[in-house]
């Protein structure tokens, strides 16, 4: 398959830079952080979709408001992400890897096909999504139990869910799944834009499902491995949102032609 043109080329590299060195300005990340989000988004935009680089900036900005929301409580609760909610390179890494290996996945044709890459795409982001607003808002609900065995744990503890943190993981997953669905499954073939997901509507309950499951996949692991020291934080987010791209995948084979 070949690569896009050389303006469409040229759009995704100044846009990819715009945008990492905005959230670098702005906090969003760190340096190493903002040198990481460009290099995701550049292999995201050249081998999946430009578009696609708009569902990548929607996540990147929820996730922030979500970090920034009640902040001074969760530093005095000390359950804050880096010092002003801003994201490092391994936060990054860890919620791109996926998004990354779909877009060349399905440039190559492996596995996934390239009219149907944007709806595991957003299935990825679904889940990161939803983990990131489980995570950050659910952290400041004071009954939290751990998902393994149902026992009550510390706000904040690997593993531990919480109804405030599930309601907002399926809210996550939900506007997530709408916010695609629109980019993608809408506007794309009005303005004759590639088209990698089918426009009808029903699909939107694959991103929503597969985004709220991968939230439980990342608590388990957290209650499980994490807890163990077996793997780290930014393990248990890169295996979770892999997995949600996995799942997402083997739900489309199983429809069948969509």
């Known amino acids: 398959m070949a690569l896009p043109p050389l ?22 990340l760190t340096w190493d952080g903002s040198v990481a989000a460009f290099a995701v988004g550049l292999v995201i935009g050249v081998l999946g979709d430009v578009t696609w680089l708009l569902l990548l900036l929607f996540f990147l900005l929820s996730s ?7 902040f001074a409580l ?9 010092r002003r909610g801003e994201r490092r390179s391994t936060n990054v890494l ?14 190559f044709s492996i596995l996934i096909p390239r009219e149907l890459s944007g709806l595991v795409f957003i299935s990825v982001l679904a889940v990161a999504g939803a983990d990131t607003l489980a995570s950050e808002i ?24 919480s109804v405030l943190g599930e309601a907002c993981a399926l809210v996550a997953a939900a506007y997530t799944a709408l916010f695609g669905w629109i980019v993608l499954g809408v506007l794309a073939p009005v303005f004759s834009l590639p088209v990698t997901m089918p426009s009808g509507s029903a699909l939107l309950f694959i991103p929503m499902v597969v985004g709220f499951l991968g939230c439980q996949i990342d608590s388990v692991l957290g209650a499980t491995l994490e807890r163990r020291g077996i793997i780290g934080k930014r393990s ?9 791209g996995a799942v997402a995948v083997g739900i489309l084979y199983a429809a069948g032609p969509l």
């Not at 759009?11 to 969003?28: D, F």
């Not at 860890?94 to 440039?107: D, E, R």
């Open 7 to 28: 303006e469409a080329l040229l759009v995704t590299v100044v846009l990819c830079a715009v945008l990492s060195a905005l959230a670098y300005a702005k906090s969003v």
């Open 64 to 70: 922030f408001l979500a970090t920034r929301y009640r």
């Open 74 to 82: 969760k530093e005095a609760l000390g359950v804050q992400e880096g």
């Open 94 to 107: 860890a919620n791109g890897v996926a998004p990354v290996a779909v877009a060349v996945l399905s440039y």
């Open 138 to 161: 659910g952290v400041l609900s004071p009954n939290a139990y751990l998902i393994s065995n149902g026992k009550k744990v510390p706000p904040g503890t690997d593993g531990g869910i």
């Open 236 to 244: 248990v987010n890169l295996v979770a949102t892999s997995l949600g």
